[in-house]
């Protein structure tokens, strides 16, 4: 089975702080992906990798960067958290294949709190 | 454009009854790949079905079953004698076949909360 795990369930943090956010998948995937999820906003990407050291924007990616040094591992850095950054984080990997689009699984996810 | 909408925002049923979740879905290519996934209370996304686009044929495994029509763009999922371990929030999703290593991104729908009273 795929295994996608994430650093923390919980988190609370305070405006300014840096913020990371580590997700590890032990399925060899080549892609990753971060997103969050807010009532009512559904699930927006914020940024995802195709290979290490690759990264590309999603829809949201303003006040995150990303790091993927090894391929297991993705990290999203909130540079400076904001209360507005306060929601749940996913992380989600999936292989990639010539010209197939293959489905994706996510780790339990991270509710972050910034107060 | 692409494009997925679920337009029931919630479903509330009580146990055993059959219930469908609508997926409708925009998009030019003629290749693509659809989507369901399960949100539990719990949170953790669970993936539950793909298709392609050139596979028609409806799919069904145990209670769940999905029905993809293409002429009507919906892939639609349904669930039959349901039961209280079937609430969930169910999204779909859209992918068009990915043309470079950077296009894997998925089109969400904005999800569907079925409720399942005992």
């Known amino acids: 089975d795929v295994k996608v795990t994430q650093s923390s369930r919980y988190l609370v943090k305070r405006t300014g702080e840096k913020v990371f956010l580590e997700c590890v998948q032990d399925m060899d995937h080549e892609n990753m992906f971060w997103y969050r999820q807010d009532p009512g906003l559904g699930l927006r990407l914020i940024y995802f990798s195709y290979d290490v050291k690759m990264k590309e924007k999603g829809d949201i990616p303003e006040g995150y960067s990303v790091s993927r040094e090894k391929k297991e591992r993705f990290s999203l850095i909130l540079e400076s958290a904001s209360t507005n950054q306060t929601s749940m984080y996913l992380c989600?990997?999936?292989?990639?294949?010539?010209?197939?689009?293959?489905?994706?699984?996510f780790g339990p996810g991270t509710r972050l709190t910034v107060t | 454009a692409q494009k997925v909408t679920q337009a029931q925002t919630e479903i509330s049923v009580v146990e055993k009854e059959d219930v469908t979740l609508d997926c409708v879905y925009e998009?030019?290519?003629?290749?693509?790949?659809l989507f369901w996934y399960k949100q539990p209370p719990s949170g953790e996304l669970v993936f539950l079905i793909r298709?392609?686009?050139?596979d028609e044929q409806n799919e069904i495994s145990g209670r769940y079953s999905w029905n993809f029509q293409k002429s009507t763009s919906s892939f639609n999922f349904t669930i039959t004698a349901s039961q209280v371990v079937d609430s969930a929030v169910y999204f779909c999703?859209?992918?068009?076949?990915?043309?470079?290593?950077?296009?894997?991104?998925?089109?969400w729908g904005a999800g569907t909360k079925l409720i399942i009273k005992p």
């Open positions: 989600a990997s999936s292989e990639t294949g010539t010209g197939d689009s293959y489905e994706q699984y």
């Open positions: 298709r392609n686009s050139f």
């Open positions: 998009t030019r290519d003629t290749t693509y790949y």
């Open positions: 999703a859209l992918s068009e076949a990915p043309i470079m290593d950077s296009n894997y991104q998925l089109i």
